[in-house]
C-alpha cells in the first residue's frame, strides 16, 4: 500500500483533526491561523507565528498539487522537485506529487547555484518548485534550466521567470486524481549529503516509504495521542521518515523554523510534544542553557515529552548521562540509516537498550545487518569490518549510475561504507566511514573512536578528527576541537586526558576552533580537509 493511501484515510477518519503545525519563533507577534475548511494557504499568512492545517485539508491541498501537475502534463515517472525551508507547504506539495505518481526529488536548501543545476539535471527533473530563499540562486541559472522545465515559485511576489504556484493551484481540483500507484512504483530520488563531492540520486519505490513508516512506529510506539516535534529539514530522508510514523497513526506534528534551547522547551511546552527528535548540537546546547541557567524546566511543561531520540551521527555517552539527569523519565533511542536505505531505522538501539548507549543498535524491524570483510564474508565477533544491511527500505538503485549501484548493492544488501564491529551481545559499534581510516605508521586510526573519546573530556561542545600528512608517518591525526562557550583550554590539558588512549591513537595535532556541520549534523570533513591541506592525501589513499 503507498503511503498516499495512508493519507486518504486520515482525511477520512480524522478530517477536522490537526496534522500539521508550523511554528516561526522568528515573528514576534504571536499570531496564529488555522485552516478547517476547502480555503487555500494564503501567501501573507506566511507571516503568522503559528499555522496549522488539519488532516482533511492536508489532503485536499496534495489533491490540488497533483492536479495543477497534472493539468500540465506531469505523468506517472516524471519527476518534480523540491527546494523549500520547511515549512506548512512542505508535506502537502509532496504528496501531491506522490498522487501523481511523479517521482518527488527533494533537494538540499544548502545547494549552492551550480549544484542546483547539477541535481536538476542528474534527476531529469521536469518541474521544480522552490521558494523565496531561492530566488537568487534560481535566478543565476535559469536560463539554462527553464527551457526544459517547468518553474513554480511558492509565496508572495512571484519573480518573473517563474509561474504562481497559489494562484494556480488555488483554481484546481481538491478532489483525488485517482492515480493507481502500487508498491514496486518508483516514489523519489533522494540525493546524498555531498559530504564526498557531488550528491548522488538515490531512488526509492513506495515499498520504501510505506517500510520507513511502519519501522519509526514499530521502534517507538506512536499512538493517535503522541505529538512528533519536527526541526531537521524535510528535504533529508530522516526528519520525514520520522514523521511517517505520525501520518500511520493519525498524530500531530509540529515544524519549528529555527531551533535554540528556549524555542525547543517553548514548543514542546506550547503543543504538547511527546516526541522529540534532536541532533547532538541541539541536545548539546539545551545542556548548556540548562547548566548556565538561561533556561529553567519549572518554566515549561514537559511531563508530556516521553522520547529523545538522536540520530544522524554518533552520539558521545557523557550527553545521554548528562541528558538524563535533567530528564530522568525519558526514553532514550538512537537510529541509524542513511539515504539508501530510506533514512533512519535500519539499526537502532531501541528504548529498552539505553545499557548500551554508544551503540547503535541491533538491525531494526524488518531489516538484517552483518559485518564483513572485503571480500564480503562476516568477520569475527569483536572485529571490525564493513557495515552492510538488507530490507524492504533497501534503495532501488543510484538513479543512471549502473557503476555505482553495483558497488553498493550486492545480492541484496547494502554495502553503507560504514566501518563497525559487534559485541558479544550482538549491538553493532560504528567505528569510522570507510574513507576516513587513517594511515598512521601501518596503524589503522578510526577517527570516530578518537572523536567518542575526546567528547568525554567536559570542556569539549564538538570535535573531529581528521589524517593530515605526514612525512614520516604518512599521516596523523588531528583534533579539530570546538569549546564550550566561555571555557579557556589548552592544548596540554588535551594531551594529559588523551593518556588514556593507547600511543598510537593520541592525537598529534589539536586545532582548537568551530568544527562545521552540515545540515542534517554531519561533520563536513571535506571541508575540513580543504582548509587544513588534507584532501588531496585523502583522495589518493582512497584510489589506492
Not at 515517472?77 to 508535506?91: F, P, R, S, T, Y
Not at 538540499?108 to 551550480?114: L, M
Not at 552483518?370 to 538488507?390: A, H, R, T
Amino acid at each position: 500500500m503507498p503511503i498516499t493511501e495512508l493519507l486518504e484515510r486520515n482525511a477520512r477518519e480524522f478530517p477536522k483533526d490537526i496534522a500539521l503545525v508550523e511554528i516561526n519563533p522568528e515573528i514576534q507577534e504571536k499570531r496564529r491561523v488555522t485552516w478547517r475548511d476547502y480555503e487555500l494557504i494564503q501567501p501573507d499568512a506566511r507571516h503568522h507565528y503559528r499555522r496549522d492545517i488539519t488532516w482533511h485539508v492536508f489532503n485536499e491541498k496534495a489533491n490540488r498539487v497533483a492536479n495543477l501537475l497534472i493539468s500540465r502534463g506531469i505523468r506517472k515517472g516524471d519527476k518534480v522537485a523540491i527546494l523549500l525551508m520547511n515549512c506548512l507547504e512542505w508535506l502537502p506539495i509532496y504528496f501531491g506529487i506522490l498522487k501523481t505518481g511523479a517521482l518527488a526529488v527533494p533537494m538540499n536548501f544548502r545547494f549552492d547555484a551550480q549544484e542546483i543545476k547539477y541535481c536538476l539535471e542528474l534527476s531529469e527533473t521536469d518541474v521544480l518548485i522552490f521558494g523565496p530563499e531561492f530566488v537568487g540562486r534560481i535566478e543565476e541559472i535559469v536560463d539554462e534550466i527553464d527551457e526544459k522545465r517547468i518553474l513554480f515559485y511558492v509565496g508572495g511576489d512571484c519573480p518573473t521567470f517563474a509561474e504562481d504556484y497559489d494562484k494556480l493551484a488555488s483554481n484546481c481540483s481538491s478532489l483525488s486524481p485517482e492515480i493507481e500507484i502500487k508498491d514496486s512504483d518508483d516514489a523519489a530520488i533522494y540525493f546524498s549529503s555531498g559530504t564526498t563531492g557531488f550528491p548522488k540520486a538515490i531512488l526509492h519505490n513506495h515499498e520504501s516509504l510505506m517500510h520507513a513508516a511502519k519501522v519509526e512506529q514499530n521502534h517507538h510506539g506512536q499512538t493517535k495521542d503522541d505529538v512528533f516535534l519536527c526541526i531537521p529539514p524535510l528535504y533529508h530522508t530522516g526528519a520525514k521518515m520520522h514523521w511517517l510514523g505520525s501520518l500511520l497513526t493519525g498524530g500531530k506534528a509540529v515544524l519549528l523554523k529555527g531551533v535554540t534551547p528556549k524555542t525547543i522547551l517553548e514548543t514542546v511546552s506550547n503543543e504538547g510534544c511527546t516526541i522529540v527528535w534532536l541532533l547532538v548540537p541541539w541536545a548539546q546546547d539545551i545542556l548548556l542553557a540548562l547548566d548556565r541557567g538561561e533556561v529553567k524546566l519549572e518554566d515549561y511543561k514537559l511531563d508530556q515529552w516521553r522520547l529523545m531520540h538522536i540520530g544522524a551521527q554518533p552520539v558521545p555517552q557523557s550527553l545521554i548521562k548528562r541528558w538524563k539527569e535533567y530528564f530522568p523519565h525519558h526514553q532514550y533511542d538512537t537510529n541509524y540509516g542513511l539515504s539508501e536505505s530510506i533514512g533512519p531505522g535500519c539499526v537502532h538501539l531501541g528504548v529498552e537498550n539505553i545499557n548500551k548507549v554508544g551503540a547503535i543498535g541491533i538491525p531494526g524491524y524488518g531489516w538484517e545487518a552483518k559485518i564483513v570483510d572485503p571480500e564480503g564474508n562476516p568477520v569475527e565477533q569483536g572485529s571490525v569490518g564493513e557495515l552492510i544491511v538488507k530490507g524492504p527500505g533497501v534503495m532501488t538503485c543510484y538513479y543512471n549510475d549502473e557503476k555505482a549501484t553495483a558497488e553498493t548493492i550486492k545480492d541484496g544488501w547494502l554495502y553503507t561504507g560504514d566501518m563497525a564491529e559487534m559485541d558479544e551481545d550482538g549491538f553493532i559499534y560504528l567505528v569510522d566511514r570507510k574513507k576516513d581510516v587513517i594511515i598512521s605508521g601501518g596503524e589503522n586510526l578510526y577517527p570516530v573512536q578518537i572523536e567518542n573519546f575526546l567528547s568525554k573530556f567536559p570542556k569539549i561542545k564538538d570535535v573531529a578528527v581528521i589524517g593530515l600528512a605526514d612525512e614520516r608517518l604518512g599521516e596523523i591525526a588531528a583534533a579539530i576541537i570546538e569549546l564550550n562557550p566561555d571555557t579557556e583550554c589548552t592544548e596540554q590539558e588535551i594531551n594529559d586526558f588523551c593518556k588514556e588512549l593507547p600511543r598510537y591513537k593520541r592525537p598529534k595535532k589539536i586545532i582548537f576552533t568551530k568544527v562545521p556541520r552540515n545540515a542534517t549534523g554531519k561533520i563536513e570533513k571535506p571541508k575540513l580537509r580543504e582548509m587544513y591541506h588534507s584532501s588531496n592525501l585523502v583522495d589518493a589513499q582512497n584510489k589506492a
